[in-house]
């Protein structure tokens, strides 16, 4: 245990030198990008925006009833049954039936093999509830049907969340879920809170229809609002083209008029039905329109063929740009609203960086000193293995550009005691090794060999708790359990190398001596 080869020297050497550089960067700047890297600070350090939003499922369950009732239609239509006034009230589907056809309808509902009612075996229920009332057929979503909406509402509202964020720029944002219709947003260091929630609280579903001049139209009309509140127009409710067609947009400086647009690129599906709609309605004008309202509705003056186009409307470069993060990030299934805002400022995370410095640098001078005074030597031994390993620690989370929080810190304090309380039970038992063995050496090598199985065994299961923490917890929770897993690491690596290799060359030397500890 004792013995070191000059390779496992040198090896132990150059991984120390490297995390310590590493870790040096956070205050030094290098060159190198391999070595120039920081740790980010979590918004509870350094200060930043957090939202809680809230997803209103209420227009996607109008929605999906709504595209329920043509697959009803149909599916009754193949039957060869009769259906009629179909109407939605309250999300509440409704729609009449022959007598004759009633029961039938209701046992193809509730048929454990249903060809339009999904039934979950696990819940034992089925996606949609049917019920006779008032000589109508009801059909509306089970609680299990609810459930399954709102969480596939919210996975796709959180991930178009993330992209948004992503496109800005935002350093380590933290996106979780909360229940089935919350997303928690935190954001540290966040400059410009106002354009976040702007571009959060739009739904961005963007619609190509076409302008008519008449309110008699077999899709339906409606009138929409334009945007910059100039007017309004009576626009069809046939959708000619959706964003979900787009595959690209990107702000440009259109030289021509001298004007910022929006420029966009559609898929093969989407290129053919504009080529299509552009080609039919030459002469027409086409409106552009974002969450229901008009960006513009210029004239179709040849048809567009190419797949891509622009889109104008007084914009700045700003919120051309932002337009273009809305269309490129994809609609959200459903509106967002902000339920809960905090913003920590920078002062405020100031404070808990130096309150958690101060805990740390009491907390280490309090250890340095009892060491000494308990192990003399050896006690010097223990607090240089201790710097090493924090320098280390830092060095791995600087490496991998990890966020640090306030229970971050937590996680290194903690790894300060575990690291001093391994070294404690290597001379523990050396000390009673000596007793019985007047080679010290072999008292030394004994001592870190029977005190191994404890030492692993209480940083193993520490570590098995810290990766539970990791992969079932959440933000501030995973912090902490991030620093002290590195640390478990750490601390097993800086015990039973650096310091047994000081601890070595140390009792080799002074081999003589009457009383090494």
Same mark, same amino acid.
Not at 49 to 70: A, G, M, R, W
Not at 195 to 220: C, D, H, P, W, Y
Not at 229 to 249: F, M, Y
């Given at each position: ?7 496992? /020297?040198?090896? $132990? ?46 227009? +996607? ?26 109407? /939605? ?52 979503? #089970?609680?299990? %049907? ?5 969480? @596939? ?36 260091? =966040? ?6 929630? @702007? =571009? ?34 009576? +626009? #069809? ?7 979900d067609n787009l595959v690209d947009a ?20 989407? @290129? ?6 552009? @080609?039919? %309605? ?21 048809? $567009? ?12 470069? &700003? ?30 995370? &100031?404070? #808990? ?18 060491? /000494? ?5 050896? %006690? ?29 810190i937590a996680g290194i304090i903690l ?8 070294? +404690? ?47 079932l917890g959440s933000g501030p929770v ?38 090494? $500890?």
């Amino acid at each position: 245990m004792l013995y070191f080869s000059k390779f496992k /020297i040198v090896f $132990i050497f150059l991984i120390s030198l490297f995390f310590i550089l590493i870790a040096s960067s956070n205050l030094i700047k290098f060159e190198n990008d391999l070595l120039n890297k920081k740790i980010n600070l979590g918004l509870d350090l350094q200060g930043g925006s957090y939202l809680l939003l809230e997803i209103d499922n209420n227009p +996607v369950i109008e929605q999906k009833l709504q595209n329920f009732t043509s697959t009803i239609r149909n599916y009754l239509r193949e039957r060869n049954i009769r259906s009629s006034e179909f109407k /939605i009230s309250d999300q509440n589907l409704y729609f009449r039936v022959d007598n004759k056809d009633k029961e039938k309808i209701l046992e193809l509902f509730k048929d454990e093999e249903s060809e339009i009612n999904q039934y979950f075996p696990r819940f034992k229920s089925h996606r949609y509830e049917i019920f006779e009332e008032n000589d109508l057929i009801k059909v509306n979503y #089970s609680k299990q %049907g609810l459930i399954d909406l709102k969480t @596939s509402s919210q996975d796709q509202a959180l991930e178009i969340v993330r992209r948004r964020i992503d496109e800005i720029g935002t350093n380590e944002p933290n996106i979780l879920k909360r229940g089935n219709d919350r997303i928690l947003v935190e954001l540290p260091g =966040l400059d410009d809170p106002m354009r976040i929630k @702007s =571009l959060l609280g739009k739904t961005a579903n963007l619609t190509f229809r076409f302008v008519t001049q008449t309110e008699e139209e077999s899709f339906g009309t409606e009138k929409l609002m334009y945007q910059d509140g100039s007017g309004e127009a009576i +626009v #069809s409710k046939r959708i000619i083209l959706s964003g979900d067609n787009l595959v690209d947009a990107q702000p440009r400086m259109d030289t021509q008029v001298n004007e910022t647009v929006v420029t966009f690129n559609l898929d093969r599906v989407g @290129s053919k039905k504009f080529a299509k709609a552009t @080609s039919t %309605g030459v002469g027409k004008n086409l409106a552009i329109i974002l969450d229901g309202k008009i960006i513009s509705a210029p004239n179709i003056r040849e048809p $567009i063929i190419g797949g891509s186009g622009q889109i104008t409307g007084n914009f700045t470069f &700003q919120s051309a740009t932002d337009l273009a993060l809305l269309l490129r990030s994809g609609a959200l299934p459903a509106p967002l609203k902000i339920i809960e805002e905090r913003t920590v400022g920078p002062d405020l995370g &100031q404070d #808990s960086i130096n309150a958690g410095i101060l805990s740390l640098f009491i907390g280490f001078i309090l250890v340095v000193f009892f060491m /000494i005074f308990k192990y003399k030597i050896f %006690g010097i031994i223990a607090n240089l293995t201790l710097i090493a390993n924090l320098l280390i620690l830092i060095g791995i989370l600087t490496a991998f550009e990890a966020t640090l929080t306030l229970p971050g810190i937590a996680g290194i304090i903690l790894t300060v005691g575990m690291a001093v309380d391994a070294n +404690v039970l290597i001379f523990e038992r050396i000390k009673e090794e000596i007793k019985s063995e007047n080679n010290k050496i072999i008292a030394f090598d004994s001592g870190y060999i029977k005190s191994r199985t404890t030492i692993l065994d209480a940083n193993i299961t520490t570590l098995i708790a810290a990766i539970i923490l990791f992969i079932l917890g959440s933000g501030p929770v995973k912090g902490f359990a991030l620093t002290l897993g590195v640390g478990i690491l750490t601390t097993l690596f800086t015990v039973y190398f650096i310091a047994r290799l000081l601890t070595a060359s140390y009792v080799i030397k002074n081999k003589n001596k009457e009383k090494l $500890i």
